[in-house]
């Protein structure tokens, strides 16, 4: 009975996420900001419920915690189509990892949309609506891993702190000494790792741009057709099919040309993004090994490569600990 109960108590907040997203969406800059610091605080009190079944598990713990992070998943996509880009800090009991570790398993997340999308891939745009989805989807995911870069290169760059980060992933809660702050990511290799990860990940977001534009087009194609199937009444059926007669092959080729040409560009554009997936991991694996290299040079020392100091975000395998899409 009470595993019902918070079902409907996380649909409940489901929906008016979706609410709110949909209203921030359609109004302007002010208002906008007013519905992203309502849908911040949405993100952040499932956060903190999850934190504190984490903390303090009982019986029916593991479904509440599914529960709210199935809203939580929600909430993110609606922060990212709104535009909302404010960083969510929850103090919880979330194990940390390295970046790039955490890095590395969303890039597993955004290969798997893209496995997903294999029609596409083969250049077919049969569900707009669904690639559309599935593009927001990608979106989202791409948009945490650009948190996480983006604040590994704040702390290489002397600017930030290494201490861990929130249960959200995005933060860098706690405190760290600021001469520490640079020897964040010792060795060469990794020093500016973070930097090439953010350029990557920017290009990456921007063909996924391109795609939503492209979909979008798509799918307003198609609804212009349909609803012009549908303007010809009983009185004009035999006229209308007299017109069209002789333009109907020509139309269709059109139309499938339209079709094809989007689906090739959306096509191209995963290709892209999936080449650049794998360039991020290749990184990963050189920060790792210059990191590792610079650990085995300093043993011994008392100014070595200080493992500790390495940029810490939330690991984004612990159901609530994902990082959020900014």
Known sequence: MAHSRNRKIAGGVA????????FAVAT????????????DNALRANLTAVAEQRRDPAAGSADRIADRTAVVDQIRQHRSAAGCTGTVDVAA??????????????LDRAWAVTEQMSGERSGQLVDPQLTQTRVTRLGGIVGGIRGIAQGAQRVQAGTGNAAPGTADGTGTAGAADAGNAGAADAGAGAAGGAGRAVGI???VGGLIGQIAGIVQAARAARQAEQQAAGQGGPGNQAG??????????QGEA???????????????RIQQIRARIQQLRALIQQIRAARQAAGDQGAGQDQ???????????DPRTPGCAPATP
């Open 15 to 22: 929906l008016a996420v979706a609410a709110g997203a949909a």
């Open 28 to 39: 302007g800059t002010g208002q906008a900001a007013e519905n992203c610091a309502g849908l």
């Open 93 to 106: 009991a979330c194990p940390n990892v390295p970046w790039d570790q955490a890095m590395a398993v969303e």
């Open 201 to 203: 990940i920017n290009a």
């Open 240 to 249: 209308a099919e007299n017109r069209a007669g002789a333009d109907e092959q």
């Open 254 to 268: 059109g139309a499938g040309d339209q079709a094809d040409d989007a689906g090739n560009r959306v096509a191209q």
């Open 304 to 314: 070595g490569a200080d493992q500790g100091q390495v940029y810490q975000v939330a």
